[in-house]
């Protein structure tokens, strides 16, 4: 039997998801779902975004409307145009099989006389805006006053940005026999309000710990002086060539400033704030889906209809005012089962609020350093290398080649190769040649982590990355699993596309380097060595006495492992920037829980 059929959802439900390739339900849905379907009650359902929310509610209220009658029965509010769009268009598809069902999406910056128009012709489901329900309420273009179902979606994020007095009038004018379900992220006081003023006895749904974040989340932090916010986020950027980002500022003169230099600096940026016209908003998230926008820069109003699952970190630029408000930006990354990071930017005078938002969360935030100059550019030249080594070949070059040989005619392999590398990488070696040390010094009695990170740890490289299927966490655990060491032994844990960093302390360096000496996965040499970078191993990558990395360097190659390349041409030549000198280039709400 079908895990949702289990649930009680109907055959007609079950034909879409099955088209959908939903194959088990999520924790919410597994929770909400049955109940709803078989009370008429009320019901408060906590859980974060991105664990299928729209499902839970939205399959118990198609599978119970009357299809055959044209009245409006449902009533979803949700806080912004996107996710009001984007919550209609899901329930389009879970009722594919269900043709006499009407969903009309209502929301600001469209026609109201052309969505009046969609409701009258019969729309058992409206999802709208709170501002657009209220004024098409008032001017008799929308009936609610026979719905059984109404929904308050992101009903703490709705309450945020000042929908308060707007739910109220809108909630006036729908019969009190309703059922209203609640779905929120977090629980603040004015969410428990709400709930008191408008919802009888309801049932209570929690996915993890209330306000708590997801675990599929990593947290990190960084302290930096205040004026090298941006000089971070480069790095940062620059440390994960394939990142997939959404960057929270507090401000929309914030937001568009930091894309503008992100997109100066030759980033492929956009900026997302209410200033925006919303063809403007439109062609930003479409960019963003596509992913021809790879670091998108938001204020937290602007970044609520957000959808998108591959994103692979949320960088704070900075903090936001409210402790709640952490738990949505986080919650833009880690979905859909999959693993995310979420990096804070944070001064010296900022680091208590990081413990404020660890009790908030239920999670500890990793102290790490901003990579350094020669760091960056050691991810960058092996990015770059598994980049050309990767590439597609295109048939037209063979036509050239002849005359291309010409050009390079004595000119021998290593050297050719170097001055490949160069035409891309010079430009970015310039840049970080002269980059000092912009990490600030924690003070060990603010937090009492080993923020210095250095002493006593050692990091390693290791030739798998995320195009093999691995992220930190899963990286983490086959690492955890292989050398049979703790949850905390293996720590910092940096996935690149074809290419890896972690950590451990200096007491497990001989073992982990003995135990990877011949280790094949799936047929190939996996290689781990100490980093070129590690402040307790200067000797260089494969730094074992005896010259055995360079033995084992040989043999991979000679076996055509996908490593040799970078390895050899990278691992001991130069090539990388110098770590010296310095580089300076560089609507108000109502108070909830602050720092």
């Not at 969609?118 to 999802?127: C, E, F, S």
């Not at 479409?286 to 938001?298: D, E, W, Y």
């Not at 938002?357 to 960058?380: D, H, L, M, T, Y």
Request: charged share 30%; glycine share 8%.
């Amino acid at each position: 039997m079908n895990k949702f059929e289990q649930l009680g959802l109907n055959e007609q439900l079950l034909k879409a998801i099955t088209d959908m390739g939903f194959e088990s339900p999520s924790e919410v849905q597994e929770k909400a779902i049955p109940v709803l379907l078989a009370n008429d009650t009320d019901m408060v359902a906590l859980a974060q975004t991105g664990t299928g929310k729209t499902a839970a509610f939205g399959f118990p209220m198609i599978q119970k409307i009357d299809v055959n009658s044209r009245t409006t029965q449902g009533l979803i509010l949700s806080p912004t145009r996107e996710l009001c769009l984007q919550i209609a268009n899901e329930l389009k598809l879970y009722s594919k099989y269900l043709p006499n069902i009407n969903v009309v999406a209502i929301y600001g910056g469209a026609s109201i006389t052309d969505q009046a128009k969609q409701v009258k012709r019969g729309a058992q489901i409206v999802v709208a805006t709170p501002g657009r329900m209220k004024d098409m309420i008032s001017r008799n273009m929308v009936d609610i006053s026979k719905i059984e179902y109404c929904v308050l979606d992101e009903a703490d994020e709705m309450l945020n940005m000042g929908f308060y007095e707007d739910i109220n009038e809108i909630l006036s004018h729908a019969p009190k026999e309703k059922s209203t379900w609640l779905f929120s992220a977090t629980m603040p006081r004015e969410v428990a309000t709400i709930a008191k003023k408008f919802m009888k006895n309801p049932q209570e749904v929690t996915v993890g710990a209330k306000n708590a974040a997801t675990s599929n989340v990593q947290h990190e932090y960084y302290v930096v002086g205040g004026r090298d916010r941006y000089l971070a986020l480069k790095r940062l950027a620059d440390t994960n060539p394939d990142i997939f980002s959404v960057i929270f500022c507090r401000t929309k003169r914030d937001t568009q400033k930091v894309a503008e230099k992100l997109i100066e600096d030759g980033y492929n940026a956009g900026a997302l704030h209410g200033d925006l016209s919303q063809n403007q908003r439109d062609m930003v998230m479409k960019s963003f889906r596509s992913k021809q926008i790879q670091m998108l820069v938001a204020t937290d109003v602007a970044a609520r209809g957000i959808d998108v699952d591959d994103v692979t970190h949320v960088i704070n630029y900075q903090l936001p005012d409210e402790i709640e408000t952490y738990t949505h930006r986080s919650g833009r990354t880690g979905r859909a089962g999959k693993s995310g990071i979420s990096m804070v930017i944070v001064t010296k005078s900022e680091l208590r609020k990081i413990g404020a938002i660890e009790r908030i969360i239920q999670q500890k935030f990793e102290a790490k350093k901003v990579p350094s100059a020669e760091e960056i550019c050691e991810i960058q030249l092996y990015h770059l290398a598994s980049k050309i080594k990767n590439t597609e070949v295109n048939k037209e070059v063979e036509h050239y080649l002849p005359a291309i040989n010409d050009v390079f005619d004595g000119i021998d392999r290593e050297e050719l190769i170097k001055k490949m590398v160069s035409v891309e990488f010079g430009r970015f070696a310039e840049y970080y040649k002269k980059a000092g040390d912009i990490n600030v010094s924690a003070n060990s009695s603010s937090r009492d982590q080993d923020f210095s990170g250095g002493e006593g740890k050692v990091r390693y490289f290791i030739n798998v990355g995320s195009r093999d299927g691995y992220d930190w966490m899963v990286l983490k655990d086959f690492l955890r699993e292989q050398l049979q060491l703790g949850q905390d032994d293996i720590f910092k844990v940096d996935v690149k596309e074809s290419f890896s960093f972690f950590n451990t302390d200096a007491n497990h360096t001989e073992a982990i380097l003995a135990f990877f000496t011949d280790f094949k996965l799936d047929g190939r040499f996996v290689n781990v060595e100490v980093s070129k970078n590690s402040r307790e191993n200067s000797r260089g990558r494969g730094g074992r006495s005896g010259g055995g990395g360079d033995r084992k360097r040989s043999r991979r190659s000679d076996s055509g492992s996908s490593k040799s390349f970078g390895e050899k041409r990278f691992g001991k030549k130069g090539g990388k920037g110098n770590n010296s000198g310095g580089n300076n280039n560089g609507g108000n709400r109502r108070s909830k829980k602050r720092f």
